[in-house]
């Protein structure tokens, strides 16, 4: 069968039905001939005759009534379907996978979706902590949520937040105790909380940046974890230094539990983008979730 015998299927359904080409091409607006080309070609592409023709009528032969039978039910079905999946396209609804990592799906993700979910009660949504780089294509996400720099080249990226920026942090009694440092490099000399990479297992270098100058250090300390939750808990107990998100430890700061140092070393970067593989025809569903996600400032 080629891609082609479902088109020529309904064809010859609409004639067994219709008991006549003509009557047949009319219902299809197509011409007569045309039809009966249709039937001749299936016919010899499954090597059966389907339909027995007279002057007076058209009848299916044993083997073109077998056919029908099982063909015609999903036929209908396939119609059906087709027309549901135009519903999607223009009414909101059904399911819209998101993965991200558990910051941004706190933050920026479900405060942005709470309306539009009640909203659009057939709108349906799931969201999948991870902070690896995931392949959304592979598992078969529709969106993913990553910082703007480290989205791949090939994908669609959609500004859903400000820009960002790490900061070092530490908690008043860790300071008194140690000092501030006044460059990157005298990290090295104080106990710093570590994180570990999520999606290599390597254990992070912090980067730093001043007039054009860039540098990464590699710290040192008593903790290390693979999530800033528990980074910002150790430097609350004063455990050392943390290289964590502003936004994450900025309530922190203004309550005098943390204080920020190195800040002049510490440079804006893109932030949250929610990036998506190219779409020419997106669900009403997925390009309402969009258009309520995008950051406007």
């Not at 077998?66 to 223009?90: F, K, N, Q, S």
């Not at 140092?261 to 990036?275: A, I, M, N, R």
Request: one cysteine or more; glycine letters at 8%; a neutral charge.
């Amino acid at each position: 069968m080629t891609r082609e015998s479902i088109d020529d299927l309904e064809v010859l359904l609409t004639v067994a039905q219709e008991a006549s080409f003509t009557r047949a091409a009319a219902r299809l607006g197509v011409s007569q001939s045309a039809l009966s080309q249709t039937v001749r070609l299936l016919e010899e592409r499954i090597g059966l005759r389907l339909l027995d023709r007279t002057t007076r009528s058209v009848s299916p032969t044993h083997a073109g009534a077998r056919l029908l039978e099982t063909v015609a039910p999903r036929l209908v079905e396939i119609r059906e379907e087709i027309a549901a999946l135009g519903a999607l396209r223009d009414k909101p609804s059904g399911l819209v996978r998101i993965t991200a990592d558990d910051h941004a799906a706190k933050s920026t993700l479900w405060p942005r979706l709470v309306d539009v979910l009640k909203s659009n009660p057939d709108i349906r949504i799931e969201i999948v902590i991870d902070y690896g780089l995931t392949d959304i294509v592979a598992e078969r996400y529709d969106a993913g949520v990553r910082l703007g720099e480290i989205i791949a080249k090939d994908m669609i990226a959609v500004a859903i937040g400000p820009e960002q920026r790490m900061i070092v942090v530490g908690s008043p009694s860790y300071i008194a105790e140690r000092g501030i440092p006044s460059m990157p490099q005298e990290l090295v000399d104080h106990r710093c909380i570590i994180l570990r990479l999520p999606t290599r297992g390597g254990l992070y270098a912090w980067e730093f940046e001043k007039d054009g100058r860039e540098f990464k250090v590699r710290v040192d300390g008593q903790c290390v974890f693979n999530g800033t939750g528990l980074m910002i808990d150790a430097a609350l107990a004063g455990f050392g230094f943390a290289f964590v998100p502003e936004e994450e430890v900025r309530p922190h700061i203004r309550h005098g539990k943390l204080q920020a140092v190195l800040e002049d070393w510490c440079p804006s970067y893109p932030g949250y983008h929610l990036f998506y593989p190219s779409r020419r025809q997106p669900s009403a569903a997925f390009a309402a979730i969009v258009e309520a996600l995008r950051f406007r400032r």
